[in-house]
Structures are given as C-alpha cells and as structure tokens.
C-alpha cells in the first residue's frame, strides 16, 4: 500500500476513505496517510469532526430501533387478528346461506392457523388453543346468524 501511494493519490487502487473523525484520525496514526499528502487540505473533513462517534449503532439507537419494530409488530398484529374476525362476518352477512357461511368458516380457519403456525413462535398446543378459540367465534356467529327466529304465537 505504501508503493502504491507513492504513486500518486489518484493512482491509488487501495484507497481509504472516511467520513468519521476516529476513522481518521486512526489513518493518521498508524500512517496510512502518505506524507506527501496535506491532511487537512486534501482530505475533506469528517462528517462527525465536531462530535466523533464509534462505529455503528450505540445502545440508545438499538434500543428505540427495536421498540419502533414492536411498536409496528403489534399493529400488524392487531389489525390482522381485527380483519381476521370482521371479514368472515360480513362476507357471512352479505352474501348469506348455510353453505356460504360454512365454507366461509372453514376457509378463514386454515387460513388463521396456517398464518399463525407460520409467523409465530408460538408451540403446537398453543397454535391449536389459538385456533380452536377463533374458530369458536366464528361458528357462534354462524349459528346466531342463521338461526330461525321463533315466534310464539298465543292461543
């Protein structure tokens, strides 16, 4: 690398760059910068050169990243467990018949544990609990909603 700089600083197929002002200070000491080269004129200053950062994320940055991720997961979460339960309704209610709402039921049900197995990390016997529970909504509302309405008459 030092042959090469020697060369010229255009020339150079190995050259460093930064923009962080520990990067570069630790090119100038360990002399990776050649001496022909006016270091305060030919490289442009750091980007950090007011407030030198270490490389990557510090614990704070990490910490508010992962919280945005739950923040987003739970409303993926509950929109998803809300539209889970409203679909089937109101396609039950709109398009009507035993058939329907039977078909319907079934449907959204592998549809519900497929996504659950899927993307949780829930256990087997926890998936099934999930799913028995959703699917019991949704055969309540099926036999609420296509049950005959008695009417009693008097004598």
């Known amino acids: 690398m030092q042959e090469k700089a020697a060369n010229g600083f255009d020339n150079d197929p190995f050259l460093l760059q930064t923009s962080s002002q520990m990067e570069h200070d630790m090119l100038k000491e360990f002399h990776l910068v050649p001496d022909f ?8 200053p ?10 990557g994320l510090g614990r704070t940055a990490r910490l508010r ?16 467990g809300g539209l ?6 109101v396609v039950m209610t709109l398009v009507g018949g035993q058939i329907c709402a039977l078909v319907t039921t079934a449907a959204c049900v592998v549809a519900f544990s497929g996504m659950i197995a899927w993307r949780s990390e829930l256990r087997p016997q926890e998936t099934l609990g999930a799913t028995a529970a959703y699917a019991a909504v949704l055969v309540v509302f099926v036999g609420t909603a296509s049950s005959p309405v008695i009417s009693r008459s008097g004598p």
């Open 37 to 44: 080269m006016d270091v305060v004129g030919d490289l442009p």
């Open 65 to 80: 990243a992962a919280q945005m991720q739950n923040r987003y997961s739970k409303l993926y979460h509950a929109l998803g």
């Open 84 to 89: 889970a339960l409203v679909v089937p309704m």
């Open 46 to 55: 750091a980007l950090d050169a007011t407030e030198p950062r270490l490389p």
